[in-house]
């Protein structure tokens, strides 16, 4: 059973990126309209007489959705009833369903009721939180068979605020990426870095679109420039950890590439392969830095147990001198 688990996880997991890719496809070609305003059918048809791009876009991210959205519930369940015992499971199995459950009504209610464009930015963290959720679950599937040495590792509490306060921070910047797209303000600023770099600090002559252009982009910098000194300190402190140094390189990594791609949006005046690329490293980050969160959950609850026996110890030899 475990080997099944590990197909359908892997599966779940690229199909989980498939879905992240396909709803900032949409998004991009705005192809949110390509059936009209019904859902789950496409024009009312369950096979629509007249194709369009728009509506082959639309409709297989619906099917990929869909897809996946099975493979994600039988991961889920499967996982719950054979491996429960392990204590992140049945969390994580959760958080997998609940969001992906989420995402989707978020979209239909897109397309027959219409959203404004900050609700509708919520979609792209929803959808992937949901993946970081089922990537989880594949590590921990995959962890059974001890392919990574988690048992070393101990992260200190201080970064482990930080690792928390790096993802939640990651969340808004996500989300003011996404309201970046939504709002159509990808290219309402011509240069990169600043709106116009011949004058940087024209703040009163900003449109609204302009604002959460530059919005995002002061977000992603401090991202960017956070990630760094993180790991400034994860090779200070855990140099010798495997795990933790190039764990955080490759995050490292992800994020110079999201910033690349960022700024390369810019300048190919919204090339869709990378804009798509953009996307996905963003969601590889997130990725990552879920991971840090499981490995540092688990430093917390293993510094938890030793205070505890500590305790005890301390008392039971109050108790035997007394």
């Avoid at 159509?184 to 011509?190: E, G, P, Y």
């Avoid at 933790?244 to 190919?268: D, E, K």
């Avoid at 005890?312 to 001198?321: A, N, R």
Wanted: net charge positive.
């Amino acid at each position: 059973m475990i080997r099944r688990l590990k197909w359908l996880s892997v599966v779940s997991t690229i199909g989980m990126i498939f879905i992240l890719i396909g709803g900032a496809l949409v998004t991009k070609t705005d192809s949110g309209d390509g059936c009209g305003d019904s859902w789950p059918l496409c024009h009312g048809q369950l096979l629509p007489s007249e194709i369009s791009p728009e509506l082959i876009i639309e409709l297989s991210h619906r099917l990929v959705s869909g897809i996946v959205g099975i493979a994600v519930l039988l991961l889920s369940f499967l996982a719950w009833k054979y491996i429960g015992h392990i204590r992140e499971v049945k969390l994580l199995s959760f958080l997998s369903i609940t969001f992906l459950i989420l995402q989707g009504f978020i979209g239909a209610a897109a397309v027959m009721w219409g959203q404004s464009d900050f609700v509708l930015a919520a979609h792209f963290g929803i959808s992937l939180i949901s993946f970081a959720a089922v990537f989880l679950l594949t590590l921990i599937i995959f962890e059974i068979d001890k392919k990574f040495d988690t048992t070393s590792l101990f992260i200190q509490k201080k970064h482990r605020i930080e690792i928390y306060l790096l993802t939640i921070y990651t969340i808004f910047v996500v989300y003011t990426g996404a309201l970046v797209r939504h709002t159509n303000a990808d290219l309402v600023c011509s240069d990169w870095p600043f709106c116009t770099n011949g004058s940087p600090f024209a703040f009163s002559q900003f449109s609204f679109q302009q604002w959460v252009q530059m919005g995002h982009r002061l977000a992603a910098g401090i991202l960017f420039f956070w990630t760094i000194m993180f790991f400034i300190k994860v090779v200070k402190h855990y140099r010798n950890n495997l795990l933790m140094y190039w764990g955080w390189i490759i995050t490292l990594s992800f994020i110079t590439l999201q910033v690349v791609f960022g700024a390369l949006v810019i300048f190919t005046m919204l090339n869709l392969g990378v804009a798509l690329l953009h996307a996905l490293f963003i969601t590889c980050y997130f990725g990552m830095l879920s991971y840090f969160i499981l490995l540092s959950s688990r430093s917390a609850k293993f510094e938890k147990e030793m205070n505890t026996s500590t305790k005890k110890q301390k008392y039971h030899s109050v108790f035997k001198y007394t």
